[in-house]
Each structure stands twice: as structure tokens, then as C-alpha cells.
């Protein structure tokens, strides 16, 4: 079966959608360009339908490699059968495919190598056939004892023949494959783990897992991860506990034969290879697949979190202010116009130990005043509190309409001091790089936050303790999905935006720039090929992805790709329509003239398939749309509480701000964010809080208790409306 037909099976579609998804990958095409662009040959999957195909396809692809190696391997030592050859083929995974494979890796010098260069493997044999059913042991191996001068082949006793035999013996028992196999499955089902409490600097932290047990099978992630890190930190012991007599007896119905002479030697290599060779291996087996469980949810979270938050709808055509906290070093300013552009900048010291409050107000009214500011972006870190207080007093004296929200400034600071913001800001110091990137936090989401490493940007779980790699490529697939998503304006965007965009990388958007500041702003799409390094393919991924407002073609602002142009004004001359009616609003009919039709015909006669007509028709209806727009807007604030002010029973709105395994976490305004737990969450039964719930979503809850000795905020989401 080739791979695209595995896939296709275990994704549920068809296997000729799942060979052009192949091709399509092969040939170089992105995930965005192919879920956007080519749904006819997909059957319309989405992109993460497709980043599931590709990664699947990565996998099998390196199990074909390995299942070559390992072939390759085999047959050079003259060991390969037809038995060896089709367990090959038909494995199906890399475990299974190393535990065939094990019998043959070359080893480090063992109890068992170097019985075997003492001659002793005919005499393990012997032993584990199992067929002699008179006489001793002993007796047979004193046929093996030697006086050889080098001592790495000498046998000096039977009880040692014997008991280098039974080494090998061992090894064997270790290293077949069906064994492991079946104990692996067994100790998968039934086995636990174990956590103990040491007496470490921060042992506190994890008092709840002393003494604990649990089913590996049912294990939640968050707490594999949580004793991983336990157990790193020196705080935990951890331990795999199986039945030790059910595992045993799994291996004696393999390797134990009649009885024979050799029935109680056979039974104790049984148990020294379990306990010595294969419970050590599997224990760190079944470790190690318990964190790349764990580490993929993790992973999977921060991508469930990431996506709302960077899909936060922009606050446009507004002024705002950044305003980055501080004490000491006072709190740093930057008002940006409705582009993004830095109008002013400046410091207060507001908060402690300075307290210049009346002198920092009017610094701050002046700039409301004078930029007609809208919007105050406050970040989050050290001092958010009281500059919180402060701002919510401040606004309440300003001559014009002002609001304020408290933006998260993860990654802030990495973002200020790299080279990026450097050749951005190369007139700034970093503290009013930051204080412009929290602005532009509040202003566009998406546009600001693809600048910083996401790793950084916080909505995850235990995201420092991920694989480096698998946690970027991810996250990296989350941001171009986005951007994508929303497209990009190509005379305005920021080469770290270009970027993202499909088809192009670092170089080419830098090159992008250029050609705009040499040449002014692009006038069409097509103008595009005259970038430098920006080949056909390159043009045919990203342009659909691009907008130009007011160019010469109304299309170059939507989301139609240029390959599509012909059908659609052929489309528009179907129906008596022209580029006026499009630039006019003019064509809102469309679809209800299509549908008297036919839309299969329309799309026939036309020359293009049904999803893209629907394409097409979508984005004529409204050029320029900003898929954001539709979502809920952000919660502005006027006034600020305090935690102290929370009583059980109150109602209040709230942003959720990082969806995790048990809950979710809300910011209620009181400089500390509530938890939901997944119990508290709805009436019905959900597996997980993402299914309800998306950092960013506005949401009402309920207080439930307050620890204030803690700072612990218990929220509920049930009951609400009834009261």
C-alpha cells in the first residue's frame, strides 16, 4: 500500500485526493496555497487537515528510509531471511521496526558478548532447545571449559560455562521482538506510575505527587509533564510499576519449553532477563512515549491558544498609546497612529517609588490632546497594577472619549532587544521599542506578535520543556495560517510580515521592500515578478495572499489568485456584470443568480470547480474584507478593581487568556487571572475546555471563592443567566 493510501484511510478520504496532496506537496506547494487553491484536487480539506497529512507523511517516509537501512543492515551480515525480510515490511511503526531490528545492532561489550567469544553459544544452544531430559546441567557444560592463554576466551569452571550460556540466553530473551512486543502492550494496559517525594530546595511544589499512583493509560498529560519536570529538578522519584509474575509468564510462554533438565536454569534466566535487560528498556520506553504524548497535547494546546490570540481582530483606524509599566525606571510611552507610525514618545513615573502622579497626568492629557488618542494599551508585567489604577483615574479627567485594555507583553522585551527591532527602531532605545510594540499589540495582533519567537508569547503549558524543533515547526505552521488567513497589505506590510506569507522567506520579503522604496507603491500583482529572486513559483504561492488596495484591478485586494482572473470576469460577463459593479457594491445579487442557474453549470461554463466559484463569489461580494472583522471586538475597560473587591457571587465579564488541559484562565481585571476548571466550564460534558472556550473570547463568569493568602481566584461559567 503506498503511503498516500495509509493516509487516506486514517484521515477518511478519498485515496485520490490523498495522491494529489502528495504530488501537490512534492512539487513544492505550501499548506495555505493548497488548502486555498486547490480544493478541487483536495476535496476542500483544511489546513489542518493538511498539516496532519504532511507530518503523517513525514513519519512514513522516514520509516521507509529506516526499513531500508535497517535491510541494508541486516543483509550485510549475512542474516537476512524471508522471515526478517516481510516482519520488515510489514512494520508499521519505528518501535516495532528497532525491536526487529535489535537482535542485530551492533553492541557494546556485554555479559553475553563475551561469553560468546569464549565459544559458549553452542552451549546456549543446547539450553534453550530444551531437549535433553536426563542428566545435569553442569555435567554438559564441563565440555566447555578450556585453559585458552588469552584470557577473553578462557573457561575455567562448568558454573562458569554455565553461566555464560545463560548470559546469552538472556540477551536472546531481550532482544526478540514478539516479546517485547506483547510486554509492551501488556505493561501499556495495566502497568502505573510511581512518583515519590524527595527532600529537594522545592520539594513543596510537588507535595501532591508523593506517594501517587496512576494508570500509564489514562495518565493526563499535564501531570506527566508536571512530574517530568519534578523529577528533573531532583524533587521526584518516578518508577514504572507492572506485575511482575503476569510479564514473567508472558516470557515463559515464548521461551519456555517441556520439561527438561534445563526447566529451573531456563526459569531464572527468564526472570534475570526481565528484571535486568528488558524492564530497564521498556521503563524508558514507555517514559519516553508517555512525554511524546504528553509533549504533543502540550504542543497542541499552544497551538489551539495561539491561533485566537494572533486572530484577535485589530483595532483600526484608532490613535493609541503603548504603555510599558515600570517602577524605578519609570513607565515608558509611545503613541502610534491608525498605521502603526510613532508620533511621540516619552516616561512618567507614576508609579512607586517616584509617585509622580500630577506631573505624569499632564504629560498624558497633553498627548491625548494633542494626538487625539483613543486607546491606551497598558502591558502586563511588573507595575501593571498600579499604572492600571492610575490610567483608569487619569482617563476619567480627559477632555475626549478614552478607553484602555491590559495587553499581554510576553515576548515584549525579547522583541526590543532583537536585531529586528534594532533595524526597525535604529533610533529607539529598547525600552520605547517596547513600549511601541505594546501599542501595536492592541492595534494589530497579528502584525505584531509574528515578530516575536512564539515560544515566547505564553498561551501554552510547560512550553519551555518542549522539543525545541517539533514545538517551532508547529508554532511556525500556526502563524503562516494566520497570515494567510487574513492575507497581507503589500505596500504597507513589514518585511517580518512578508515572510510569513506563502512562497516567500526573509530574503525575498526584504527584496519585496526594496523594489517598494525604490519604485513606490505596487500598482497590480503582476508587478510582482519583478522582484528580485521572486521566480513564477514563488508568485503563484504568494500572490493570492497579497492585497493592493486602490491598484488598478479590484481583484489585486481580494482573495482571488491571479490564475483565477479570466474565469472571473468571464463569470461577471455571465451575468451582465463589469469591475464597476464590483468597485460599487453593485453585485450582491450574484449569488442568488447563480443559484437559478445552477452552480455546477455556472462553474462548468466558466471553466473552474464549485469551491472555487464559491471562492470567487465570497470575496466579489466584499473586496478587501478582513476576516477578523467578524469576530468579537476586544474588552475595552474604564475603570479598574481589585482582587480585594471580589466576593463570591459576583458576576463579571472577562478575556480568557490561556486554555489548558483543566481549565482555562480569566482576566477579570484584578491584576490576576480567575481559573474555570473544565468542571465549572458548561453542563454538559466536554473532553477538553478548547471545545468551548479560545484565548481572546469574551465570557461571562460567576466568582466562586477568593483566596487572597494564595492570590487564587476560583470562576464558574454555570448558572449565569439565571440569576
Known amino acids: 500500500m503506498n503511503n498516500f493510501e495509509v493516509i487516506a484511510l486514517e484521515l477518511g478520504i478519498t485515496p485520490q485526493h490523498a495522491e494529489n496532496i502528495e504530488k501537490l506537496i512534492n512539487e513544492g506547494c505550501t499548506i495555505p496555497f493548497i488548502a486555498r487553491y486547490r480544493k478541487e484536487l483536495t476535496g476542500s480539506c483544511d489546513d489542518q487537515t493538511l498539516r496532519v497529512f504532511a507530518d503523517r507523511l513525514n513519519y512514513l517516509r522516514n520509516l521507509d528510509k529506516r526499513k531500508e537501512e535497517v535491510t541494508k543492515l541486516i543483509t550485510e551480515q549475512d542474516k537476512m531471511t524471508d522471515e526478517i525480510k516481510e516482519k520488515i515490511e510489514k512494520a508499521n511503526t519505528l518501535t516495532e521496526l528497532e525491536d526487529i531490528y535489535r537482535p542485530f545492532r551492533p553492541k557494546r561489550e556485554t555479559r553475553a558478548t563475551k561469553a560468546i567469544a569464549k565459544g559458549l553459544q553452542p552451549l546456549a544452544d543446547i539450553i534453550l532447545a530444551q531437549k535433553l531430559k536426563e542428566g545435569n546441567p553442569l555435567e554438559i557444560a564441563k565440555d566447555y571449559v578450556n585453559n585458552a592463554e588469552d584470557e577473553k576466551k578462557r573457561v575455567s569452571t562448568p558454573e562458569e560455562a554455565l553461566q555464560g550460556a545463560l548470559d546469552i540466553i538472556a540477551e536472546i530473551i531481550s532482544d526478540d521482538a514478539d516479546v517485547r512486543k506483547q510486554l509492551r502492550k501488556f505493561m501499556q494496559d495495566t502497568a502505573e506510575i510511581q512518583t515519590t517525594l524527595k527532600e529537594a530546595e522545592n520539594f513543596k511544589t510537588y507535595e501532591m505527587y508523593d506517594g501517587r499512583k496512576e494508570p500509564i493509560k489514562s495518565i493526563k498529560s499535564h501531570r506527566v509533564l508536571a512530574i517530568n519536570r519534578g523529577e528533573k529538578e531532583k524533587c521526584l522519584k518516578v518508577d514504572i510499576i507492572a506485575n511482575h509474575d503476569r510479564c514473567i509468564q508472558i516470557v515463559e510462554k515464548k521461551f519456555l519449553k517441556a520439561e527438561s533438565i534445563f ?219 494566520c497570515v494567510n488567513s487574513v492575507g497581507v497589505d503589500l505596500n504597507t506590510a513589514s518585511p517580518s510580515l512578508l515572510s510569513k506569507v506563502s512562497g516567500l522567506n526573509s530574503s525575498i520579503a526584504k527584496n519585496v521592500v526594496k523594489y517598494r522604496e525604490d519604485n513606490g507603491a505596487f500598482k497590480s500583482r503582476t508587478e510582482l515578478k519583478k522582484v528580485s529572486k521572486l521566480g513564477d513559483k514563488a508568485f503563484e504561492q504568494c500572490a493570492g495572499f497579497l492585497r ?176
Not at 505584531?448 to 517539533?470: T, W
Not at 469591475?579 to 471553466?607: F, M, Q, R, T, Y
Not at 468551548?692 to 492570590?711: A, F, H, I, M, P
Open 263 to 481: 526447566t529451573e536454569v531456563m526459569k531464572a534466566t527468564i526472570v534475570d532477563s526481565f528484571d535486568r535487560l528488558i524492564m530497564p528498556s521498556l521503563d524508558t520506553e514507555l517514559r519516553n512515549e508517555l512525554t511524546d504524548v504528553a509533549n504533543e497535547q502540550a504542543i497542541k494546546m499552544f497551538k489551539v491558544n495561539l491561533k485566537p490570540l494572533l486572530m484577535q481582530p485589530p483595532l483600526k483606524h484608532k490613535t493609541i498609546l503603548g504603555f510599558d509599566p515600570g517602577y524605578r525606571t519609570g513607565c515608558k510611552l509611545a503613541v502610534i497612529d491608525e498605521n502603526g507610525k510613532v508620533l511621540d514618545k516619552g516616561v512618567v513615573y507614576a508609579t512607586p517609588p517616584q509617585n509622580k502622579i500630577e506631573e505624569s497626568e499632564r504629560i498624558i492629557l497633553n498627548m491625548i490632546d494633542k494626538y487625539k488618542i483613543d486607546c491606551i494599551s497598558i502591558g502586563n508585567g511588573t507595575a501593571s497594577k498600579e499604572s492600571e489604577i492610575f490610567i483608569a483615574n487619569l482617563i476619567k479627567k480627559a477632555h475626549r472619549p478614552v478607553s484602555y485594555m491590559v495587553v499581554s507583553e510576553a515576548g515584549a522585551s525579547v522583541y526590543s532587544a532583537s536585531k529586528l527591532a534594532a533595524e526597525e527602531f535604529p533610533e529607539y532605545d529598547v525600552t520605547t521599542r517596547s513600549a511601541v510594540s505594546i501599542a501595536r499589540r492592541m492595534q494589530d495582533p497579528l502584525a505584531e506578535l509574528i515578530k516575536i519567537d512564539v515560544k515566547s508569547i505564553g498561551v501554552g503549558q510547560y512550553q519551555q520543556d518542549m522539543p525545541p524543533k517539533r514545538l517551532t515547526e508547529v508554532l511556525d505552521g500556526v502563524v503562516e495560517d
Open 548 to 723: 493592493i488596495t486602490n491598484g488598478k484591478n479590484i481583484l489585486d485586494n481580494t482573495a482571488v489568485h491571479p490564475e483565477s482572473y479570466p474565469a472571473t470576469e468571464k463569470l461577471l460577463k455571465y451575468f451582465g456584470m463589469t469591475d464597476e459593479d464590483v468597485k460599487n457594491g453593485n453585485v450582491s445579487h450574484l449569488p442568488e443568480l447563480i443559484a437559478e442557474k445552477g452552480s455546477a453549470k455556472v462553474a462548468k461554463e466558466i471553466g473552474i470547480g464549485e469551491p472555487t466559484l464559491n471562492d470567487i463569489v465570497t470575496e466579489l461580494l466584499k473586496p478587501g474584507r478582513d476576516i477578523r472583522d467578524s469576530l468579537p471586538k476586544p474588552n475595552l475597560r474604564t475603570d479598574v478593581m481589585s482582587i480585594n473587591d471580589l466576593q463570591p457571587g459576583m458576576v463579571l465579564t472577562g478575556t480568557v487568556r490561556n486554555v489548558i488541559d483543566f481549565g482555562a484562565f480569566v482576566d477579570i481585571a484584578v491584576h490576576q487571572d480567575g481559573l474555570v476548571h473544565i468542571s465549572q466550564i458548561c453542563d454538559q460534558y466536554i473532553k477538553h475546555p478548547s471545545e468551548v472556550l479560545s484565548v481572546g473570547q469574551v465570557v461571562k463568569v460567576k466568582v466562586l471563592s477568593v483566596d487572597l493568602e494564595k492570590n487564587r481566584i476560583a470562576l464558574t461559567m454555570k448558572n449565569i443567566e439565571e440569576e
